[in-house]
């Protein structure tokens, strides 16, 4: 299993940026998947969920409205769309694959693979 991340960067407030994630080793529609950011002195906090099969989503308050998860089951690849960004939107951001012996919880589930993260800065 590897995921690896993009799209990061630097971004005004109120700017908009879509993180992608490719998937290998699995096909990542056959199980959830979900986004994580963590921020310089803050605890980690799950921001997406999609579901397998039927690709319905899942995101706290904090996030609701403005970001947007989603996949392509061709390219086995996740995507993260973020608009009306806030300077507290700066974090490092995680895609990950859930597993029941996973050590990061989110809405009720387990991850247990992730990737090397990818920056995002909102000034």
């Known amino acids: 299993v590897q995921l690896v991340e993009s799209g990061g960067g630097s971004v005004q407030a109120g700017g908009s940026l879509r993180l992608s994630c490719a998937a290998s080793g699995y096909t990542i529609s056959s199980v959830f998947m979900g986004w994580f950011r963590r921020a310089p002195g803050k605890e980690r906090e799950g921001v997406a969920i999609i579901y397998a099969g039927s690709g319905s989503t899942y995101y706290p308050d904090s996030v609701k409205g403005r970001f947007t998860i989603s996949r392509d089951n061709a390219k086995n690849t996740l995507y993260l769309q973020m608009n009306k960004l806030k300077p507290e939107d700066t974090a490092m951001y995680y895609c990950?694959?859930?597993?029941?012996?996973?050590?990061?919880?989110?809405?009720?589930?387990?991850?247990?693979?992730w990737g090397q993260g990818t920056q995002v800065t909102v000034s």
């Open positions: 990950a694959k859930a597993s029941p012996s996973g050590t990061w919880t989110f809405g009720g589930h387990r991850f247990g693979n």
